[in-house]
């Protein structure tokens, strides 16, 4: 749906620019002579305005055009407005949450075909990216960046462990764990029972997740391919992500999420008076930069 939006605008933008430009370059100026041989003769102004006399068409094109344009602008290069649909992310972004995301953290794309027109960064780990979903790109997915290209990733008794990339022959590095710390129950529910709150050391980042206590996990080994990133949901065992449909190619990537501009909660029941889709409250404490 976002990637109609931007053809939508990338649209408009060329209609009502191409209208305008068309009467600027060859309409205008006829009428300026036709209206300059029809002037009384010894008129002291040789300057004819047409802005007045222009189509209504034309001069509605004129209004829209800086509109469409700015914002197809701002859009596609700069920062896209998404809301968080689901709970796959607590506690690091909550459903009714409304984001930001930076589009030119790693690449500037042409807004149509998502080609890469200018490199202008490299994923981290631990960021929380937006990308078009590799099974249904008319999607878009957010998860947090947790394998890069090469390396090789195992998930084990719900803990995750890294490998750093490795020629063949060569003696390859033990998997690393990621650092956990447990911060005990937390306040939100699965099911009736309350999940277990951890803080993870990525890196450089710490950040907080969700595992449900009573899931059982297996051990299971991702190698990432070059080109492609290794994704999960901060709500561990409540999350479709890398573990069940594959890698993220590095042509899928929208951009980071960086900001949480606005965020509501829907709590109305079906039997309320007012529908269920018009917000209960608003979260102002959520409002801020996106960890």
């Given at each position: 749906?976002?990637?109609y939006f ?6 408009m933008?060329?209609?009502?620019g191409?209208?305008w ?17 029809m ?5 002291s102004s ?7 006399e ?8 004129k ?14 290069f ?6 968080i ?10 459903e ?14 042409d807004p ?20 078009k ?6 999607i ?8 890069l ?6 998930y ?7 490998q750093?990339p ?8 033990r998997?690393q764990?990621?650092q ?7 306040e ?7 999940l ?10 710490e950040?907080?997740?969700l595992?449900?206590p ?24 409540n999350?479709?992500?890398s573990r069940?449909?594959?890698?993220v ?16 909660d ?5 039997q ?9 409250s ?10």
């Amino acid at each position: 749906m976002a990637n109609y939006f931007s053809i939508f605008l990338v649209a408009m933008s060329a209609l009502t620019g191409g209208v305008w430009l068309v009467y600027a370059l060859f309409y205008a100026p006829k009428k300026g002579h036709e209206a300059a041989a029809m002037a009384p003769s010894g008129s002291s102004s040789n300057i004819v305005s047409t802005d007045a006399e222009l189509p209504v068409l034309v001069d509605n094109c004129k209004q829209f055009f800086p509109i469409f344009f700015g914002v197809m602008i701002f859009r596609s290069f700069i920062y896209e407005p998404f809301q968080i649909p689901s709970g796959s992310m607590m506690p690091t972004l909550l459903e009714g949450d409304f984001i930001l995301v930076e589009k030119f953290s790693y690449g500037l794309k042409d807004p149509v075909t998502r080609s890469q027109i200018i490199d202008t960064g490299e994923v981290e780990r631990g960021d929380i990216v937006v990308f078009k979903y590799p099974l249904d790109t008319n999607i878009d997915y957010i998860k947090r960046v947790v394998g890069l290209p090469g390396e090789t990733i195992i998930y084990s008794n719900k803990q995750v462990f890294i490998q750093a990339p490795c020629e063949p022959g060569q003696l390859c590095e033990r998997p690393q764990p990621v650092q956990l710390s447990s911060e005990g129950d937390s306040e939100f529910l699965q099911r009736g029972v309350a999940l277990d709150l951890f803080t993870e050391q990525l890196g450089e980042l710490e950040h907080q997740i969700l595992r449900h206590p009573l899931n059982a996990s297996a051990a299971y080994k991702y190698d990432v391919p070059e080109g492609h990133y290794f994704v999960l949901g901060d709500n561990r065992d409540n999350s479709q992500d890398s573990r069940f449909w594959g890698f993220v190619p590095q042509e899928n990537l929208v951009g980071k999420a960086t900001f949480i501009w606005m965020s509501f909660d829907f709590e109305r029941a079906e039997q309320d008076f007012l529908p269920t889709w018009i917000p209960s409250s608003v979260r102002f404490k959520r409002v801020g930069s996106i960890h």
